[in-house]
């Protein structure tokens, strides 16, 4: 006869507990215990709680990818993302982290270099090795439609955040990022400010193109027009700031406001007006964009245009849990302005 299972005694090697121990342990199938795992209402209540407490006293942990095989499907969802920013990726990964806890479902990250000629066949071996059941795509990998094609042909539900529509309605979460730059240039124009800088993101961002040309728009539909002089591309990161600011803040004639595509590049202005002794805000104002923590740390604490990133992990998860063929629409999620201390009329 095979030897039982046993759950290790004390002294003894530790041993994972298996499915297996569970159901000797409570006196019940191996399927009767699947059945609690997977919220089957197939099973008698004092029976669930009793496999429940048993689980919880042993520590056991089901095992998403042995249930996946079980149920011929996975229980992992993916999040492909190529992007500077780590705050930005943390944040996203909290909300889907929130969505996920309960459900049975566990995340998995993918980090990739969008510019790298194989990142596409990269993402499709990673999709099918780990037998996801679908894919977040953060920016910027979300904007670019040969990944999402690559998706699409070999089965995989996808979610694509993105500054705009970029796919169907229920593929799509879309952040408005043109409409959260139109509010800076209109708080701006309200304080005074006509001489106004902007320290782009890169140009093949699609955030960085709808937050310039929002930016740039409303600034025109109130009669102030941004000269090329005032506007300096720069990488979304805390040194691409730096250098952006030295070219603004460097000659005779500063800006008296500028306007940062993300708070890493404004914390770099904060840096180079800190050396040469220019004061924020009496001396130039500055607005960034994300809301991340590194916002009310700055000091003075950082103006900056709030777009929930944790509550777009949230919603993009929820989109990939939703039963295949169920209803969904577009998600919005709308950025507004946080008005804090580094801005002020011009003096």
Not at 33 to 53: A, F, G, H, M
Not at 186 to 211: F, K, V
Not at 272 to 301: C, K, N, T
Not at 334 to 347: A, K, M, W
């Amino acid at each position: 006869m095979p030897a039982k299972s046993k759950i290790p005694k004390a002294g003894e090697p530790a041993r994972a507990a298996t499915i297996n121990d569970i159901a000797r342990l409570a006196g019940v199938s191996k399927k009767t215990v699947s059945r609690i795992i997977n919220n089957s209402p197939l099973v008698r209540q004092d029976t669930r709680e009793k496999v429940e407490t048993l689980m919880r006293e042993v520590g056991y942990v089901p095992d998403p990818l042995a249930r996946g095989l079980a149920f011929r499907r996975s229980f992992l969802i993916g999040m492909v993302y190529d992007n500077p920013t780590a705050q930005f990726i943390v944040n996203m990964q909290y909300g889907a982290l929130d969505t996920l806890r309960g459900s049975g479902f566990e995340l998995v990250v993918h980090p990739c270099d969008s510019r790298s000629p194989n990142y596409i066949d990269s993402v499709r071996r990673f999709v099918q090795q780990q037998k996801l059941h679908g894919v977040m795509l953060v920016p910027r990998v979300s904007e670019d439609q040969a990944l999402a094609d690559m998706l699409a042909e070999i089965g995989v539900r996808y979610v694509r955040i993105a500054a705009v529509s970029l796919d169907a309605p229920e593929r799509m979460v879309v952040t408005h990022d043109r409409d959260g730059a139109a509010e800076v240039a209109d708080y701006l124009q309200s304080l005074g400010h006509t001489d106004i800088a902007m320290i782009t993101g890169p140009r093949d961002y699609r955030s960085s193109i709808e937050r310039s040309e929002g930016f740039v728009a409303a600034l025109e539909a109130r009669g102030i027009t941004l000269p090329p002089g005032r506007v300096v591309e720069a990488g979304y990161t805390f040194e691409s700031g730096v250098a952006a600011a030295e070219t603004l803040l460097g000659g005779k004639k500063r800006p008296t406001a500028i306007f940062c595509g993300n708070d890493e590049m404004a914390a770099g202005v904060y840096r180079v007006a800190m050396r040469a002794g220019i004061s924020i805000p009496r001396q130039l104002s500055v607005v960034g964009y994300d809301d991340s923590p590194l916002a009310s740390r700055l000091w003075p604490p950082l103006t900056s245009v709030r777009r929930d990133t944790r509550d777009t992990g949230r919603i993009s998860a929820a989109m990939l849990l939703l039963a295949e063929g169920a209803p969904r629409q577009m998600a919005s999620v709308r950025p507004h302005l946080i008005v804090r201390d580094s801005c002020q009329p011009p003096g």
